[in-house]
């Protein structure tokens, strides 16, 4: 049954109320759009100073001597520390894997003897503004013993290369292969027709328009270390600084204020945070650093530097028959925590299969280190990559077999669900079918397919490409543990407290930042007690308030937290409907809530208000029932069972390319999506259009490159090419939905669909326009002077 709807025109709005599927304005605007948002830089506290980090300015080698006695001498500086002074516990990323598969790498606060790339810390300094501390950064005085650096993923596996840490034997950090189904060499051999792939993507920086910061300090009535920071995981910054600083958890407490951007690269411990609290702790004063743009483009954590060999069989109809892949994750120096240098070659072997009915699969997963800022998270986390790549093999089959790209798709889909696939992932269901018959027709409805013809009939270079793809959301306990993470994310928590007024509070682990999370968790909220959403208050990024949470990566805030915030809030309507009854004098079943109180069943004369209740609840408790605690509080847990829920979504791009320039202009760009129930389809709409215009740099712009000694290229925005609004086309969106069973509201996450399908899309567009020269592309960045030189390329 096909219980996918289209909700291009209308909100659609579920029978638990009228706030969930209705595109309320987002209720952080106002504050954010007038300048009155407080961000980390925006925190000024009494006698606060200020710090920044001297740092390597070499890729590999020991440092024989770091003197810092000048820098203490510049006017306004009142200390420097280097590891020796401060003496932290190191941050250590873990999997519980054998040695043969995982070597566990300790990442220090600040380099001790060794420097692994440019711009690692070597020690913080402190003074009264940041114009003596950059003053005093000039002061320092570093000495190293160089070593030959490595600098890309084939120099790193190469034999006799250098190691970049002593344990890594050919500087593997991860080796993992999965799955290698029975007899697939024999499929290779025996199919009509097996295509090949190899692909490069570039290191890419995640590039939050606020850059990472933190401001320390300490809390003498309740003997906290306080650290402000712009982090999407508040409580892991506690657990891993408390452990680091050596002192209790309690004695920390993280608060995240409103923040510009994460992205992922944001959901890591940072080593600059942790040394920004120790330099708190020996100095009592307040501390703050702030990154600048040339350290957040060079030295922060970056993603997404891949290579892949994969090869696809297919029958003579175009079926496919078996997928083989080798991917290797170039993940610079060091494993991030929590999720290891595994994240991205294990995202790539887990879940490659994706959307298509694939019987046979192997896999082969590394992550190499190199002398390169570390990686860490990136919007979509692999699958922008092996999307591409599986995309790519289904082009190049579908031109030697002779079928329409589409059709050969359509062929492969999955479309009965749930299903098991040959990576032993259950997908709930889905309109992976719908999606892509919608995305061709409204290309054809818009007249593309004559306009390509007839501009290819005069010369022109115009192409269509698509792609088809899903999207893991809701990861659960189960999930993560699959990937033997010595930390194990998964649930989260909600607390709800409703006041004596009838308004309420509601606690969650997620941490908004941009995602909209004090808009659409309050619509569950209001949608779940029948209550104006103006009553509904989110309270969020505070570990003194919200006991435990992960925070927000994978498209979990709504999956995981917002089931959680509607788990709450229903216990909480439960004790509402327990006191109304028996103050109404009626029985429990016939109670609902609804326009802000509780009523009797078909008599809306009938009712009593939650100002009323919340009146009896803490001012009146002598008339609560019996065995009733006074109060209006209830907490809530949820996590998500088995393999998570998954969205998905067909892109279609129309390029055209411009000899003389190599320029790629996107004409058209059209995406069909399906998160299940769209809590606020405004915001859908704002995540679909972020998540494509990072998925479009990505596959035409943005590459972090070194040179010979890993000197990193892009210390400003004229060397890191980032596209502006003129690059990025208006985009198309339609919806679908398709009902998740696993999440409270029915929704899916969206947060990473327009990352992962973008890079395929545009890619696969360039090589239908290149067509006439016989070349074809499938590495990224696709820049104009890639271009230009295939299209002075003859067939």
Avoid at 316 to 337: K, N, P, T
Avoid at 652 to 660: D, F, I, K, S, T
Avoid at 696 to 715: H, K, M, N, R, W
């Amino acid at each position: 049954m096909n219980t996918s709807q289209d909700m291009s025109q209308e909100p659609v709005f579920t029978a638990r109320g009228h706030w969930v599927g209705a595109s309320v304005r987002r209720r952080e605007d106002p504050r954010l759009l007038m300048g009155k948002g407080t961000f980390v830089d925006d925190i000024h506290l009494p006698r606060m100073l200020h710090a920044q980090f001297v740092r390597s300015t070499i890729a590999s080698g020991t440092v024989t001597s770091l003197d810092l006695s000048a820098v203490r001498d510049v006017p306004g500086i009142v200390a420097a520390f280097s590891a020796a002074d401060l003496e932290l516990g190191d941050i250590t990323a873990v999997l519980d894997r054998p040695s043969s598969e995982f070597t566990v790498t300790d990442m220090p606060v600040l380099a001790r003897d060794r420097v692994r790339f440019v711009g690692e810390p070597l020690a913080i300094v402190i003074g009264e503004d940041p114009y003596a501390v950059e003053d005093g950064l000039e002061a320092a005085k570093v000495t190293y013993d160089v070593r030959t650096p490595v600098v890309s993923d084939l120099q790193a596996l190469s034999d006799g290369a250098p190691l970049v840490h002593d344990a890594a034997a050919r500087n593997t950090l991860l080796d993992v292969s999965m799955f290698a189904t029975e007899g697939i060499d024999d499929i290779f051999d025996t199919a009509p027709c097996v295509v090949r792939v190899r692909s490069k993507t570039g290191r890419q920086n995640a590039l939050p328009l606020e850059t990472r910061g933190a401001v320390a300090g300490w809390d003498e009535r309740d003997g906290q270390l306080v650290v402000r920071t712009c982090t999407q995981i508040p409580h892991q910054v506690r657990t891993v600084m408390a452990s680091c600083l050596g002192r209790d958890e309690n004695t920390v407490r993280v608060l995240v204020p409103d923040m510009g951007g994460g992205f992922g690269q944001k959901c890591v411990i940072g080593r600059e945070e942790i040394a920004v609290g120790a330099a708190c702790l020996r100095l009592g004063r307040p501390v703050k650093w702030i990154e600048d743009r040339k350290d957040a483009l060079s030295a922060s954590f970056l993603a997404r530097e891949q290579r892949y060999d994969a090869r696809a069989a297919f029958d003579a109809e175009g079926r496919i028959l078996a997928l083989d892949a080798d991917v290797v994750c170039d993940m610079g120096a060091y494993s991030c925590y929590p999720f290891t240098a595994g994240i991205e070659p294990l995202m790539a072997s887990a879940e490659m299969p994706g959307v298509y009915r694939v019987p046979a699969y192997r896999v082969r997963g590394r992550a190499v280190t190199t002398n390169k800022a570390p990686s860490a998270p990136y919007r979509g986390v692999s699958r922008p990559q092996y999307v591409m790549v599986v995309e790519r093999l289904f082009e190049r089959a579908a031109r030697e077999l002779g079928i329409d790209p589409v059709e050969i798709r359509r062929r492969n889909v999955i479309t009965s669900f749930p299903y098991t696939g040959v990576n032993a992932i259950t997908y709930d269901p889905g309109s992976y079918l719908e999606s892509l018959n919608l995305c061709e027709q409204s290309l054809a409805d818009e007249g593309w397919y004559e306009f390509r013809a007839e501009a290819v009939a005069a010369g022109r270079h115009v192409g269509i490409g698509f792609s088809c793809f899903n999207e893991r959301t809701g990861y659960g306990t189960d999930a993560f543990a699959k990937r033997k993470m010595a930390v194990v994310p998964g649930f989260d928590l909600s607390g709800i407290r409703m006041d004596v007024s009838g308004s309420v509070v509601v606690t969650t682990g997620t941490m908004s930042h941009g995602q909209s999370h004090e808009t659409t968790l309050a619509q569950i909220v209001a949608d779940r007690l029948g209550l104006d959403i103006a009553k509904v208050k989110i309270r969020q990024g505070d570990t003194d308030s919200v006991p435990y949470g992960w925070g927000t990566f994978a498209s979990r805030s709504l999956t995981i937290g917002g089931s959680a915030v509607a788990l709450a809030a229903g216990k909480l309507g439960v004790k509402l409907r327990q006191i109304a009854a028996h103050l109404m004098e009626i029985p429990f079943e016939d109670t609902e809530l609804a326009d802000g109180g509780v009523r009797r069943k078909g008599a809306p004369d009938t009712w009593l208000s939650y100002s009323r209740i919340g009146e009896v609840a803490y001012l009146r408790a002598d008339l609560l029932p019996k065995d009733t605690d006074p109060g209006l509080t209830a907490t809530a847990a949820f996590d998500a069972a088995g393999d998570g829920t998954f969205s998905n979504a067909t892109h279609a791009v129309v390029v055209e390319l411009h000899p003389g320039t190599g320029k790629v202009e996107i004409l058209r760009y059209v995406c069909v999506e399906d998160c299940g129930v769209a809590v606020n389809p405004q915001v859908v709409d704002g995540q679909c259009r972020g998540g494509i215009a990072q998925g479009i740099a990505g596959a035409l712009f943005e590459q972090v490159t070194y040179d010979e000694q890993g000197e990193p290229s892009c210390a400003s925005f004229i060397d890191y090419k980032v596209p502006t609004a003129c690059e990025i086309p208006d985009i198309a969106i339609h919806h679908l939905q398709t009902p998740s069973a696993f999440t409270e509201s029915g929704a899916k996450g969206v947060g990473e669909g327009g990352t992962i399908g973008a890079p395929a899309a545009v890619l696969n567009a360039v090589n239908d326009a290149l067509r006439s020269t016989g070349v074809e592309l499938d590495d990224t960045p696709v820049t104009p002077e890639v271009v230009q030189r295939a299209l002075e390329t003859t067939a």
